[in-house]
């Protein structure tokens, strides 16, 4: 497809189960990252991959977060024992040039966690 | 870590009505970005700032990156409903400045 795509795009959890949440990146796009968007708020930055370097992982609130990125393409991030204040829309994005500071959003995966 | 101040929080204005809100960061920055989110979409570009004192122009929007490099202001001219959305200025971040930080976020009621 021609922009960033994410699935799924709503995921209802119990708290305590663990949750994958895909993005698939444009088309030559080395650069990735997730944000979370809790309900009303700012977007807080969680993870950033960039070609094959090491990821930058400051962001993740908790070591319950992860994030892999295979073949410098698709990218998941996963949270293991869901909690409710987990609750919130995860945001994927890429970039080809970050200094350009455009990043193309995919439209977010909402994650309940009950 | 860095925070960007957006102000005011949200507006309710009547359609035809010009629209100014603005950013300001207790750091400086190199870039300045005004993004829009739609309901139930993630955010998109409208407007780049590359360096201080600039002055852009995108349709009816207008965004100027401050002198003190400290903050930025967004102005939409003659609000049309579609202008309906969350803005947010972001910054760059982090040593290579290769990632983005976000402001709280200002959003826009537009009234027929």
């Known amino acids: 497809g021609a922009g960033v795509s994410q699935s799924p795009s709503n995921k209802v959890t119990e708290k305590g189960k663990d949750v994958e949440l895909r993005c698939d990146p444009i088309s030559g796009h080395t650069a990735l990252y997730w944000y979370r968007q809790s309900l009303g708020q700012g977007l807080e930055f969680l993870i950033y991959?960039?070609?094959?370097?090491?990821?930058?992982k400051s962001g993740l609130p908790s070591d319950r977060f992860s994030a892999e990125r295979t073949g410098g393409s698709v990218s998941t991030l996963t949270i293991q024992r869901t909690q409710q204040e987990d609750s919130a829309v995860y945001l994927c994005?890429?970039?080809?040039?970050?200094?350009?500071?455009?990043?193309?959003f995919g439209e977010g995966s909402r994650l309940t966690v009950l | 870590g860095q925070q960007l101040n957006q102000s005011p929080q949200s507006m309710f204005i009547q359609e035809g009505e010009d629209v100014s809100m603005n950013c300001t960061s207790s750091s400086i920055f190199n870039t300045w970005l005004w993004y829009k989110q739609d309901p139930g979409e993630g955010p998109v570009l409208l407007i780049a700032?590359?360096?201080?004192?600039e002055l852009t122009s995108n349709g009816r929007l207008t965004a100027q990156f401050g002198i003190t490099r400290k903050d930025s202001f967004l102005n939409i001219s003659a609000s049309i409903p579609s202008d309906v959305g969350i803005y947010f200025c972001?910054?760059?971040f982090g040593g290579g400045g290769n990632k983005l930080t976000f402001g709280t976020g200002t959003q826009l009621k537009v009234e027929l």
């Open positions: 700032l590359y360096k201080a004192g």
């Open positions: 994005a890429t970039t080809r040039d970050y200094n350009t500071g455009e990043l193309f």
């Open positions: 972001a910054g760059p």
């Open positions: 991959f960039q070609g094959n370097s090491a990821p930058d």
